[in-house]
Structures are given as structure tokens and as C-alpha cells.
């Protein structure tokens, strides 16, 4: 949900942490020891990457093998986890963000 973090103070999306009751962006969640949670995919106590579509907390890892995060990549069709996009927002995934795209980048 969009709304103002009550660390940072900037207008993001932002989640309510139910152990602190504050409603603080990703980016202060992160650096936060305190909100640290349960992973929901691997059960470890770590920094919340992302919440699902239940709500629950999952880890950076878990977070990209989420398969509700994936997309299908531009560069080889397949269902991935999106590493980045290309300036339309198309969704790349890293294997094809490797070799294509930033040998593009270097022939500039
Ligand atoms: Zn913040
Ligand atoms: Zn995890
Ligand atoms: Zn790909």
C-alpha cells in the first residue's frame, strides 16, 4: 500500500509491522535489527525484503523466488524472477541481463 513512512517520511509503499505497530517504507524496514521477521519461505529471523500477497514477511531470497514475483522475461520468454527492465519496463531476467544487455551498454 502507498503511504508515508514514519521513519523516512517519504510518500512509498509501505507496510505496517506488526511487531513495532509503525508504518516505515522497505528501505527503513530493512536497516531496522527490530523489524526483522520469520521469513515465511525459509523460516529465518531476516531482514523483510517483501511481503506477499497474504502478508506475510519473506527475505530477500525467498522474495525473489516468490513465483508470484515472476514475469515473463523479454529476453528468453521464461517465467523469472525480474532482475531488471529496459527503458519501456519491459521485464528482463538476470541470466539474459548478462550478456545482452550489458554488452549493449558497453558497445555504446
Ligand atoms: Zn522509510
Ligand atoms: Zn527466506
Ligand atoms: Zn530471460
Not at 523516512?8 to 527503513?28: A, L, P, Y
Request: aromatic share 6%; with cysteine.
Amino acid at each position: 500500500m502507498k503511504g508515508i513512512c514514519e521513519v523516512c517520511g517519504k510518500t512509498k509503499t509501505v507496510h505496517k509491522n506488526q511487531k513495532t505497530g509503525k508504518t516505515v517504507c522497505g528501505v527503513c524496514c530493512r536497516k531496522d535489527p527490530e523489524t526483522h521477521q520469520k521469513c515465511f519461505g525459509c523460516k529465518e529471523k531476516k531482514p523483510v525484503a517483501a511481503y506477499n500477497d497474504s502478508g506475510e514477511p519473506l527475505c530477500k531470497k525467498c522474495y525473489h523466488r516468490d513465483p508470484t514475483l515472476y514475469e515473463k522475461c523479454f529476453g528468453c520468454g521464461n517465467d523469472k524472477p525480474v532482475h531488471t527492465r529496459d527503458k519501456i519496463g519491459r521485464p528482463i531476467c538476470h541470466t539474459c541481463y548478462q550478456p545482452r544487455w550489458r554488452a549493449q551498454k558497453s558497445a555504446v
